[in-house]
């Protein structure tokens, strides 16, 4: 049966993507990565997880985003960045968990209140020995998210069964 081996290719598909999925955050929301934004504001409430992007939303001539250390994202310098980028939109993925520190590289954006600081928990497992600096945030995006995937299993094994019969 074409159709029934095709349904559950589907479904297995789904079931890899729901526990593979990882957010894109635009940072600033509408308001994008720019000057006059409280972006240790934006970051309350959410829960970076390794894989996760950030969109940072700027025009390429106006703002640059650095990643850099967390001494050069307290002095405001970007001259030792860990990835620079001048063309956005830019998306960054946080490919490893702890702290990672965004500026702006233009000069007296950074001072001037242009810069990010992301807490990243590991991964969705969620079992890795995090950072002593570990935001006092909501415990609800994660659990969610974790049981999300047995309830897609499942899901996908009902309609296996009604599938074969
Ligand atoms: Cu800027």
Same mark, same amino acid.
């Given at each position: 049966m074409a159709s029934r081996s095709a349904l559950i290719a589907v479904l297995v598909a789904v079931s890899c993507a729901a526990a593979a999925s990882a957010t894109t955050y635009t940072v600033g929301d509408t308001k994008g990565w720019?000057? /006059?934004?409280?972006?240790?504001?934006?970051t309350s409430g959410k829960n970076f997880a390794v894989g996760d992007k950030l969109l940072f939303n700027f025009a390429s001539a106006a703002h640059t985003v650095a990643e850099v250390s967390k001494s050069d994202y307290e002095s405001c310098s970007s001259n030792n960045a860990i990835s620079n980028d001048s /063309?956005?939109?830019?998306?960054?993925?946080?490919?490893?968990?702890?702290?990672?520190? !965004?500026?702006?590289?233009?000069?007296?954006?950074?001072?001037?209140?242009?810069?990010?600081? &992301?807490? &990243?928990?590991?991964?969705?497992?969620?079992g890795s020995p995090s950072t002593p600096g570990t935001s006092p945030s909501s415990p609800?995006?994660?659990?969610?998210?974790?049981?999300?995937?047995?309830?897609?299993?499942?899901?996908?094994? &009902?309609?296996?069964?009604?599938?074969? !019969?």
């Amino acid at each position: 049966m074409a159709s029934r081996s095709a349904l559950i290719a589907v479904l297995v598909a789904v079931s890899c993507a729901a526990a593979a999925s990882a957010t894109t955050y635009t940072v600033g929301d509408t308001k994008g990565w720019t000057t /006059n934004v409280d972006y240790s504001g934006w970051t309350s409430g959410k829960n970076f997880a390794v894989g996760d992007k950030l969109l940072f939303n700027f025009a390429s001539a106006a703002h640059t985003v650095a990643e850099v250390s967390k001494s050069d994202y307290e002095s405001c310098s970007s001259n030792n960045a860990i990835s620079n980028d001048s /063309n956005g939109p830019a998306t960054i993925t946080l490919s490893s968990p702890g702290t990672h520190y !965004f500026i702006c590289g233009v000069p007296g954006h950074c001072s001037g209140g242009m810069k990010l600081a &992301v807490d &990243v928990g590991g991964s969705s497992s969620g079992g890795s020995p995090s950072t002593p600096g570990t935001s006092p945030s909501s415990p609800n995006g994660a659990p969610a998210r974790m049981q999300a995937a047995p309830a897609l299993a499942m899901a996908a094994g &009902v309609l296996i069964k009604l599938a074969l !019969f």
